[in-house]
Each structure stands twice: as C-alpha cells, then as structure tokens.
C-alpha cells in the first residue's frame, strides 16, 4: 500500500478515541474440527507478531482487546500479547464470530471512556463492511476503495475520534489509515 505509518501513528495520538478493527491473521484453508477451528499458518504467526511488535513500536498499544472466539483470532491476539505486555484489557466474544457487524458496534458501547483505545479482532467480511460503515463520508477515497474489497489477514483498520466509543454512529469516524503487516517493517 506504500502508506506512511508514521504519519498515521501521529493522527491517531492526536486524537482522544483510537479505534483498531483487525482481521484475524493467514490460516489453514480448512479444518477437520470445522471454520471455528481452523488455525494460523506460520505465516500467520508472523504476521501477528509484526503486527503486535509495530503497534508498540509506533505507540498504539490498545488499553482494551476484544477478541473472536475462533481458534484462529485468539491465536491472532495471543502472538500480539508478548510485545503489549500487561497493558490492554483483553475480552473474547463468541458474538464476533456469530452475530456480525452489530457485535462490533456493541463493544464500542460497552468500552469504558476512560478506555482511548480499542482494538476488535474479527473476521472478513465483518471487519471490512463494519469499517466501511464507520467511515465519515469524507475519507480518503482509495482508502474507501480497498475496504470494498475486503481486509486481508492480518490487516488493521485505524479510525479517530474526539467522541467517547459509546457516542460513535454510522460515518461518525475519521479513517485514519489500513495498515497491512508489512508496513510496519518500515
């Protein structure tokens, strides 16, 4: 995507509410066990860990993780866990998996404002259609576009706000920037 991660680091400190939607890292095609087994690749692993590693890097640790109950977006969460330390309140949500866009909207109401910085990790095409819902009408136009094709595993979605979590409504958000793992080598 060639994105300047720094300058998108540097929006999101600017503003009171960050808010980081993720799709669940690489994983194996299928599973014996069904979809909600299916687990991460090694370079799913990777991409995890990049991800985890870069966010403390560029000082966008979230302080509240929610996670889908599927294997493959708690093993996601826990490769980024090592880099945040003991930092971030951590939920698993079975709804993430099951219900859809409205349960990502339900944890932006039930995250603390005292909490600035929320992180959900979920799955496709709940991840991207949720973004694109959140999106103020006036965002970047390329960025609009590559929410219409989807996330990518393990690609992040960061939007700001000056409003608590619980006040956010459909294209209340400014999209600050998608992040994909490799970004974060610069």
């Given amino acids: 995507m060639g994105v300047n991660i720094k300058k998108i680091a540097k929006h999101a400190g600017k503003c009171t509410y960050t808010l980081m939607l993720m799709r669940h890292a690489k994983t194996e095609s299928e599973a014996p066990e069904g979809d ?34 599927a294997r493959r977006a708690r093993q996601t969460l826990d490769r980024m866990l090592k880099p945040f330390g003991d930092g971030p309140e951590v939920d698993y949500r079975e709804d993430l998996y099951e219900s859809g866009i409205q349960a990502v909207f339900d944890q932006l109401t039930e995250t603390k404002p005292k909490q600035h910085r929320l992180m959900v990790i979920g799955h496709e095409p709940i991840m991207s259609i949720c973004s694109q819902w959140l999106a103020k009408p006036e965002s970047d136009p390329d960025l609009l576009d590559l929410l219409n094709l989807g996330l990518s595993p393990a690609n992040l979605v960061i ?28």
């Fill in 36 to 69: 909600r087994n299916r687990q991460l690749t090694e370079k799913g692993l990777k991409q995890a860990r990049k991800v985890g590693k870069g966010l403390v890097k560029f000082d966008l640790v979230p302080d509240r993780i929610v996670c889908s109950g």
């Fill in 159 to 186: 939007f700001g706000s000056e409003k608590p979590f619980e006040e956010w409504q459909t294209h209340t958000a400014r999209l600050l920037g998608i992040l994909e793992p490799h970004d974060f080598s610069n």
